[in-house]
């Protein structure tokens, strides 16, 4: 995926976790419902006998000759179906004959479970009829744990993470206080028990070595537990206080027990502080003898990327990587009961972008949104100042709940002049820029609906964005070619849910 492309499939994830929805004010009642058909699905095990009872849903959809992967948009389809396969095996599942652009679907992404096989996330072609999905057998693991201070065993607020697993799943508490692992698919992994206990610093184990090679279970027995390191930080002074709508993001990351980098085979932590007024934050629990790396934001500030000498000793192969084009991560190592780093940052940018209509009339109630990303040493990306903690993430996966919605710092909407202004975005580099508006569309830039800017420091970046009514213009197929439509053409939202999966991981 080349970064144009990447750009966009980050700023699509961004905006499906918005709070509101594009163009709400207008409804969609005038929208044409997509046509919907059916994908058949027969569930087997490694035998090639029926499964009866997994449950299969529809993870994502792929358009036809596009690499990129688009979730299931309920606000226009309904409720992401999920369905339990009968006696035979077998399951329907709807889905859309078209989605964005007018691009007909071309495969689906099938997520299956079964409490006795490893979840299966496969893509499967629409032509495929039934699409085969072969489950397979695993392992479990077994803890029992106990508190390294008091060696008193933890029955209690315990979860398991480990690296070989793209979603997170839910671990057991057994009637006798051992913790038991969901199924997973045999190969070599790291993993880390934790507890996660409200109100109290995050007690975890080492990070744990499994080979399951030729096992179906994996016993362990009287696995320490410890408080972590505590992060007392600040930025650095220069910065004027009081910081305003300030946090800082966090991410540990381990490649896999081989050393080497795969993504499905990571140990990944993240988690997220606020900034006082005064500059400071505080993590209370981290893992130690771990490489953290944090990625500071706040209003009209923006992280300093670091030089690559400070980069070396902790990722030699990306010090010469380090580009202007993407916000990187400063490092540090967890190596006591407690640090203090200081973390630098630069003064940020904005954009004023004035929306108006072919007539040149300004139009009011426009999103307007861009997505200048971060990059994590060996750990993706996402839109800058996206922080998400992996403590929520394991608390759902157990007691359920919905997601949090991720706050968008890059995300205005114009005024009754036509004019909205995104602060905080890092200078001298280049960025998209996109407005969303209902029954509106940009044109075409080539293959894409959005304009490109170059920020420049010290003065506020103006740009004007002239709209036309939807389905002007539309991308027919993978050749990009443009027809004319009298139709209206919705703007789905769009989210590479490969990146998806390792973001939840």
């Excluded at 179906?216 to 220069?238: P, Y």
Aim: aromatic share 6%; hydrophobic share 40%; charged share 25%.
């Amino acid at each position: 995926m080349n970064t144009r492309m990447l750009n966009a499939t980050l700023f699509s994830l961004h905006l499906l976790a918005l709070p509101f929805a594009v163009g709400q004010e207008q409804g969609r009642t005038d929208e044409k419902q997509p046509e919907m058909l059916t994908m058949q699905v027969l569930v087997v095990d490694p035998d090639g006998h029926p499964v009866e009872n997994a449950i299969v849903s529809l993870f994502a959809l792929r358009a036809k000759g596009d690499g990129q992967h688009l979730t299931w948009d309920e606000e226009k389809l309904g409720r992401k179906p999920e369905r339990r396969t009968n006696a035979a095996g077998l399951v329907d599942l709807p889905y859309p004959k078209v989605m964005e652009e007018e691009f007909e679907v071309g495969q689906l992404r099938l997520s299956v479970k079964h409490l006795d096989f490893v979840t299966f996330l496969e893509d499967r072609h629409v032509d495929e009829q039934p699409a085969k999905a072969e489950l397979k057998r695993g392992f479990r693991i077994a803890a029992a744990v106990v508190d390294a201070e008091t060696a008193q065993p933890i029955t209690q607020d315990l979860y398991g993470l480990i690296s070989s697993e793209s979603i997170l799943s839910d671990w057991k508490l057994a009637d006798n206080g051992m913790l038991v692992s969901p199924v997973f698919e045999s190969k070599k992994a790291w993993l880390r028990l934790i507890k996660l206990s409200p109100g109290q610093p995050n007690l975890y184990s080492e990070l744990i070595p499994i080979d399951p090679t030729d096992r179906s279970r994996i016993l362990l027995r009287d696995v320490k537990l410890s408080k972590g390191t505590r992060v007392e930080g600040r930025l650095e002074e220069s910065i004027p206080r009081p910081i305003g709508n300030g946090y800082v993001a966090a991410m540990i990351v381990r490649n896999g027990p081989d050393n080497r980098f795969r993504w499905n085979s990571q140990w990944v932590w993240h988690d997220r502080a606020d900034i006082a007024d005064d500059g400071t934050f505080v993590f209370e629990s981290l893992p130690t003898d771990e490489v953290l790396q944090l990625i500071p934001i706040c209003d009209d500030w923006v992280p300093k990327n670091p030089r690559n000498e400070e980069v070396l000793p902790f990722y030699p192969e990306a010090a010469e990587k380090i580009t202007s084009s993407f916000t990187f991560p400063q490092l540090f190592l967890l190596s006591a009961p407690q640090i203090a780093p200081t973390l630098k940052m630069v003064p940020a940018t904005s954009v004023q972008v004035t929306v108006v209509d072919q007539d040149g009339k300004p139009m009011l109630g426009v999103e307007v949104a861009s997505w200048p990303n971060q990059a994590w040493f060996d750990g993706g990306g996402q839109i800058l100042g996206l922080a998400r903690a992996t403590s929520d993430w394991l608390k759902r996966a157990r007691h359920g709940g919905p997601n949090q919605p991720y706050p968008s710092r890059y995300s205005a909407m114009t005024d009754a002049n036509g004019v909205a202004v995104i602060r905080s975005m890092p200078a001298d580099r280049t960025e998209g820029l996109v407005a969303l508006l209902d029954g509106f569309e940009m044109p075409l830039n080539g293959t894409e609906r959005e304009i490109r800017i170059d920020l420049k420091p010290g003065v506020v970046n103006e740009v004007t964005i002239k709209m036309q009514p939807a389905g002007t213009q539309v991308l027919k197929d993978k050749t990009f070619d443009l027809e004319d439509k009298d139709d209206d053409a919705a703007i789905n939202k769009e989210v590479d849910a490969d990146d998806d999966c390792q973001a939840s991981n």
